[in-house]
């Protein structure tokens, strides 16, 4: 399998203190606000699209939405599954994720064994990730049944990650939860920074360049920016961020 996006996402972040990767969630933007969102964070300087919710079922839009923002951009675009529903064919690479404090085995291997056959047939590259989410009360909390690890607690988050490393996968995502309340903070991030050599991911809640700058600085590879951009005016705010973290735009 090819690791063409695994291989540009880490050159790329060679370039940078961290990168910035846009949430597009399917559930909320329609087609063309998802073509404007898409041409308008490129320009802004973020490195991936990445395009999820935590209960997308229609697979059918999401297809389209993917094959559009493919057409309208050149930064790779990544699935980010909640569940099976969430794999179409039209996109670069999958965030092919381990719920690894979830309660529910479906979220842990099940998922992805049900997955895993339409993955191949696509042709997806596959970023083997562990989804690790921290605190409570958001969706993908929720939904995929974790127990979400104290957000004071940044030594559980870093033997799950060390867990992870000796499992092999290259990829750790800390995960707060869209729309969090409280940010990921950067004592965690930097105890998993510690633990774990791969490509480390770090979203949720994250609303202004100087809390990038603290994650950034941490250790974290990418920062995931979604809720912020789904209000008007707020691609200003992305500009600042890639500035603060990256010192230029597109
Ligand atoms: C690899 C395959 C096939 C599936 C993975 C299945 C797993 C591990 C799911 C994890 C649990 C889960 C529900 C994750 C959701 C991740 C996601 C796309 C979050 C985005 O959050 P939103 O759905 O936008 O939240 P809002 O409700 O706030 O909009
Ligand atoms: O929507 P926000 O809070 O930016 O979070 C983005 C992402 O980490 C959610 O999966
Ligand atoms: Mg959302």
Known sequence: MSRRVEEYLKSEAKKA????????????????????????????GASAILVGG????????????VQAIKKSV?????????????IVPEADAIFFSCLMNSDNPYFITQAQALGA???????LEALPTAYLIIGQGTSAWFVGSARGIPLGKPNIAAAYAL????????????????????????????????AFDGFLIVGGGIRD??????????????????????????????????????????
Do not use: C, H
């Open 54 to 65: 935590s209960s997308a079922t229609d697979q059918m839009g999401m297809s389209q939405t």
């Open 163 to 194: 867990a992870a490393r000796f499992f092999g996968m290259r990829f750790v995502y800390l995960e707060a939860g869209s729309g969090a309340a409280t940010n990921v903070n950067p004592e965690m991030v930097r105890a998993v920074r510690r």
């Open 74 to 86: 050149k930064i790779p675009v990544i699935l980010f599954p909640g569940n099976i529903t969430g």
């Open 117 to 123: 056959p339409s993955v191949l047939k696509f042709g």
């Open 209 to 250: 360049a100087g809390t990038a700058k603290q994650l950034a600085d941490a250790g974290a590879d990418a920062l995931v920016i979604g809720t912020l951009l789904e209000q008007d005016g707020k691609l200003e705010t992305l500009v600042e961020i890639t500035k603060t973290i990256q010192g230029r735009t597109a």
């Open 17 to 44: 203190n961290a990168l910035v990767f846009v949430l597009i969630d399917s559930e909320i933007s329609n087609m063309d606000a998802s073509i404007k969102l898409a041409r308008g964070v490129e320009q802004a």
